[in-house]
């Protein structure tokens, strides 16, 4: 599915005033909760901004003696 900004917008916007329904890519979507409404935003944002989500990510640890 392809999402722009104004479909983030729409978003967010819905969820700023606490409501679970927004008009996204054309059609009137009613999420279950919050909680879906965020997985869903980052999705979107991730989409339009051209992140790319690999399947898991690794971080290095640094630590210095502190001298």
Request: glycine share 8%; charged share 25%.
């Amino acid at each position: 599915m392809a999402w722009t900004q104004s479909d983030i917008d729409a978003l967010k916007s819905a969820m700023a005033r606490g409501v679970r329904r927004a008009r996204i890519n054309g059609e009137e979507v009613e999420y279950a909760s919050l909680a879906e409404m965020k997985t869903v935003l980052t999705m979107m944002e991730a989409e339009v901004g051209g992140i790319s989500r690999s399947a898991f990510s690794v971080i290095y640890p640094y630590a210095d003696r502190g001298l």
